[in-house]
């Protein structure tokens, strides 16, 4: 209770509404308070749910390790940050899910807010137990068991849809109330449906156990970001970014790397208007003094420049891209006291460049590297990926040859200045995505991924001024594991989580064979778990790129209005 006084007391613009709102929802995001509070997405739902006269929306995190041990001590059920009121006791309890790695959490905040995690374990008294986030977007159905509804796309889209058609029918049984709910576009029921599979494990059918059930899901998503932009609404010195503003500038990414998911269930790319984004820019200075940028690909957002350039403060941004760098930009990042840039050339070698249709050549690295270093920027992040289709090892040469170039245009830079930074590069390893040309691709077995992360470690020491990082690729295999699973996922979940997430473990209690998910190829025939949701791109798309792919053909940036390839503008 005293850490949660005093990280209110620390807060600029939390909202605190009398007791008795009409629909009083904890919004609960699966990681800590410092996790959550710098996720912005965290900050648009709790703005636009609050912005309603007859909503109450508070606030509820995973505790710290220290702290999970003393609620269990002591008895306590979980609580909201705001009125310290327990979850249990709210309308809704609405989950704002983003990653993978967050799952085991969900399961643990419930275990602590005694909300049973089976369906059929709750009862009238129990919240509504909703389900958001990007997760949703691209696969929810490894969380579907525990929850009553999935709302499946941008929450701002459909936020008020949704509580209308609650509060007009809450006063009936909960299946009135969940069938009322799934005739909304973009609201999915799992209890509404049954999956039935063929004798190797893999999906036979999915079908719909009632009639009004749409057999495929559409996700909801903003047409025009000026509307509501997405920034800051809650400044605090306790997250990742401390007491700055953040603004997103632009949403979704159109240069269709093959391998990232965000690149597709953003499409279309969206901006924010300059005179939004000004906006946003007058309320960080007078706010702050400090704006960070939020965007897929923030060095492409047309007048970048002319926004930078226009800011009294501080100004962060997210990783660039190397081939639209400008030295504006990068000038206005030296004045504001920056001593990291990130750019991902994420592959070393340009053949793979081109299966990844990363659209960046090595020249382009190079100059963006000399950019960076001729500001005084001392040091540079480097983003890589191992394991990606048709790698070989050249491939992973290239990387550390790439690295060796790089070093040398920061000595140039280095030997006048009379100091030197550091080089890090982040290698992560390939995780096969829903809804990208590579889906339908295996991930590579675990030992392999770690010989080559110690065969790249060896090189870059014998490199100066550098160092790798990397996640375990055993952790990347649970995060293929959870984004490519279906509902069986479920119960490996359940099981992990009560042994202390010790999957494989749960798999052995299970029966389950986890490299069904992972680490085998898919045909393009073969039904998938997420094939039930429509984020508007067409799966014939998805396999022509990853013919393309194969090919090393280049597919352009989209745009936006006037090409109807993909399907999303149709």
Not at 163 to 183: H, T
Not at 243 to 263: I, P, S
Request: hydrophobic share 40%.
């Amino acid at each position: 209770m005293e850490k949660a006084a005093a990280l209110l007391a620390a807060e600029r613009g939390a909202v605190f509404k009398a007791a008795g709102a009409d629909v009083e929802i904890a919004l609960a995001y699966p990681n800590t308070y410092h996790v959550g509070m710098s996720n912005l997405g965290v900050h648009q739902i709790y703005s636009v749910l609050n912005g309603r006269d007859d909503t109450a929306c508070e606030r509820v995190f995973l505790p710290d390790e220290d702290d999970i041990a003393e609620y269990d001590r002591s008895g306590t059920q979980l609580f909201a940050l705001e009125s310290r009121r327990p979850v249990r006791g709210f309308d809704i309890v609405a989950f704002s899910v983003s990653f993978e790695h967050d799952y085991l959490n969900v399961l643990e905040m419930l275990r602590l807010a005694g909300i049973p995690a089976d369906k059929k374990d709750r009862g009238a008294g129990d919240p509504l137990l909703v389900l958001g986030g990007i997760c949703t977007f691209f696969n929810p159905e490894p969380l579907s068991a525990f929850f009553d509804v999935v709302i499946v796309g941008e929450g701002e889209e459909i936020a008020g849809e949704f509580l209308d058609s609650y509060k007009a029918n809450r006063g009936r049984e909960r299946q009135e109330l969940l069938q009322a709910l799934c005739g909304l576009r973009g609201v999915y029921v799992p209890e509404f449906y049954e999956v039935l599979y063929n004798d190797d494990g893999t999906i036979r059918e999915r079908r719909s156990l009632v009639a009004h059930a749409p057999a495929t899901i559409v996700k909801r998503a903003v047409r025009d970001i000026d509307r509501r932009p997405a920034a800051t609404v809650i400044l605090s010195p306790n997250t990742e970014f401390s007491d700055m503003h953040l603004a997103e500038v632009t949403r979704g990414c159109g240069r269709h790397c093959r391998f990232c998911m965000a690149g597709y269930i953003y499409l279309p790319p969206r901006n924010l208007s300059a005179e939004r984004a000004r906006s946003e820019a007058r309320k960080a200075d007078e706010t702050c003094g400090k704006i960070g940028l939020v965007g897929s690909a923030l060095s492409d957002y047309p007048g970048v420049d002319d926004l930078c350039s226009s800011l009294a403060g501080s100004l962060s941004v997210s990783s660039l891209r190397a081939d639209s760098l400008s030295r504006a930009l990068i000038d206005r990042l030296a004045k504001s006291g920056h001593k990291t840039i990130a750019i991902a050339p994420e592959a070393g070698s340009e053949r793979l460049r081109k299966i990844i249709n990363k659209g960046v050549t090595e020249e382009d690295i190079l100059r963006a590297s000399g950019m960076v270093f001729g500001a005084g920027i001392p040091n540079l992040k480097l983003y890589f990926i191992i394991g990606l289709p048709t790698e070989t090892p050249d491939d992973l040469e290239e990387i550390v040859r790439l690295a060796e170039k790089i070093h040398e245009v920061q000595l140039e830079h280095a030997r006048p200045a009379g100091r030197i930074g550091r080089i890090t590069l982040s290698v992560n390893s390939f995780v096969p995505k829903p809804f990208t040309p590579f889906q339908w691709e295996p991930m590579e077995d675990v030992p392999s991924l770690n010989r080559k992360q110690r065969r790249l470690e060896k090189a870059v020491k014998k490199i100066g001024n550098m160092n790798l990082i990397h996640d375990l690729p055993k952790w990347e295999y649970i995060q293929a594991l959870l984004s490519r699973g279906d509902r069986r996922v479920g119960r490996l979940l359940k099981v992990s989580h009560a042994k202390g997430g010790d999957w494989k473990a749960a798999a052995r209690e299970l029966g389950v064979d986890m490299d069904l998910f992972v680490t085998r190829r898919r045909g393009f025939d073969e039904v998938l778990p997420w094939d039930f949701v429509d984020i508007g791109v067409r799966k014939e798309y998805l396999m022509n790129e990853y013919r393309r792919s194969l090919e090393g053909k280049f597919t352009p940036p989209c745009r936006v209005g006037s090409c109807k390839t993909c399907g999303v503008c149709a």
